[in-house]
């Protein structure tokens, strides 16, 4: 074995592992079976939640195990919640997310069509964990998903892409490193910064007209780093720090998007901002 290729598998090991260490692996998918009544079809949006949320799972996520705790959050709170498998590769069971992510936004297009059509409505909101924060904005960009959404809250997204606490920086020093990457996990090629699909995303501008954007981040995330590289620009974003809302929590890049009700809270500001009600620490026991 090359000597690189010593280093190279642990950083992949890493990267592989940023995620999936704290997910478990749930065989069934909200896509085919119910939980706790998201992905219920024939869900009617209310006045007070006339859109229905679609959740956007992030890397080696999967459309159940991501949303365990903001899935029913929300549905308790009288919405409409979906959610979708993506970016599957071939025989890698559970983890996904990582496909090219083009693809993966054509699959959120489908997703979304198919959730309009059954619900009735014009447009959902988009909620969505790392890369699930961050693709949806290809989906608006490009695939005509602006004139089906109203908001997209982007919980920790690699809007600019993840560094991963700086382990990326490293592949250039391993010649083919990159190249390898790209091969094998796509998905993750795309979200190294400066990546031919981030740089065409990110050109022009972060945001697209008529969509309102949250970015919620947090300082202690070890992923999608450094951690401002997640908010954006535009005319109507709203960029939070979990810190400001709440000193105590120290959640990182993963249990933002698993089980932080002080989070859940502020998406549900995001969703709702006429109602919206100050997110605070004591917001974890609301």
């Known amino acids: ?3 690189w290729k010593r280093v190279l598998r642990p950083l992949t090991a890493l990267l592989l592992s940023a995620a999936a260490v704290t997910l478990p692996a749930t065989a069934a998918h909200a896509d085919t079976a119910p939980h706790s009544g998201w992905n219920d079809y024939s869900c009617k949006p209310s006045a007070a939640h006339p859109r229905p ?3 956007v799972h992030g890397t080696l996520g999967n459309s159940v195990d991501n949303w365990l705790g903001l899935a029913p959050y929300l549905k308790a709170r009288g919405y409409c919640v979906f959610s979708l498998d993506y970016g599957q590769l071939p025989g890698v069971p559970v983890f996904f997310g990582l496909g090219p992510i083009d693809r993966s936004a054509a699959q959120l297009a489908s997703f979304v069509d198919r959730v309009r059509s059954a619900t009735g409505v014009a447009k959902v909101d988009l909620v969505g964990h790392s890369q699930g924060g961050m693709m949806p904005r290809y989906y608006l960009k490009f695939l005509g998903g602006a004139a089906k959404v109203g908001a997209l809250v982007g919980i920790a997204p690699d809007n600019h892409g993840a560094t991963i606490s700086g382990l990326t920086k490293l592949l250039p020093y391993f010649p083919g490193a990159t190249d390898l990457v790209k091969a094998t996990t ?6 190294i910064p400066g990546s031919a699909f981030l740089t065409k995303l990110n050109a022009g501008g972060d945001t697209v007209p008529g969509v309102h954007y949250t970015v ?3 300082k202690y995330d070890e992923v999608a780093t ?3 590289s997640q908010y954006l620009s535009g005319s109507d974003v709203h960029n939070v720090l979990l810190q400001d809302l709440c000193p105590l929590d120290f959640s990182e890049h993963v249990l933002v998007g ?4 002080i989070v859940f809270h502020e998406v549900a500001n995001a969703l709702d901002p006429a109602h ?4 605070t620490c004591a917001s974890a026991f609301s």
């Open 1 to 3: 074995m090359l000597p």
């Open 53 to 55: 949320v679609v959740l």
């Open 186 to 191: 796509p998905g993750l090629a795309d979200q």
């Open 216 to 218: 919620i981040a947090t």
């Open 226 to 228: 450094p951690w401002r």
């Open 258 to 261: 698993l089980s932080d009700r």
């Open 276 to 279: 919206a009600r100050a997110t």
